[in-house]
């Protein structure tokens, strides 16, 4: 009985496998690098909105620079990059990364845990083109191998300072999109800005909490 059991496990295990990169829960990132060759005032010069994108893959230590710098921590008392009102960090990042577009990183949605500064796999598979249509059928974003998306959990800032936490949220969006801009230039690469989707379609397109609203999409790569 136990010989016959093994054999119907063995055959499960083999038909039912599960997706490539689900067991890849966590990613550590390389550690942020804190000097680099390009001034604040070149970056700001330089910054432009990108629509076109090479077709090129990242590294992890770009993507790790990337998400580092949009929100990321940066004072042992966890503060981040960019300000937050009350220091309620309401925001929540997300890569969505394509198949072969960061080189060692599976294709896949992956929430950015600033604290231990990981990703963390929420939804395996290539979802670019499917943000693209949610997106308006902007289909150029789609060109980039991957996206950053801006999500806001609205009750943290709204616990503290009411309605008014919404406003304080929106401002923090902002602050850290320009982070971003301005860390992909500094590495050499561009980023587009996208507020045009369809809210609650792009919400399952990602598959993301319930309490998460996407604000902004942010597609990163090479200039074309």
Known sequence: MNLFWGVIMLICGFFFQPPAGAGAESVKLPPPALKGTVSVEAALKARRTVRHFASRSLDLPQVSQLLWATDGISDPRGLRTAPSAGATYPLEIYLVAGERSVKGLAPGVYRFRPG????????????RVQVAQASLNQS??????VMVVLAAEFSR???RYGQRGLMYTHMEVGHAGENLFLQAEALGLAAGIVGAFEDQR????LGLPREHVPLLVMPVGFKH
């Open 116 to 127: 231990d500064h990981t990703l963390e796999l929420t939804l395996p598979g290539d979802h």
């Open 140 to 145: 150029w974003m789609a060109t980039a191998p």
């Open 157 to 159: 800032c709204t616990a």
């Open 202 to 205: 792009l919400h399952r397109t």
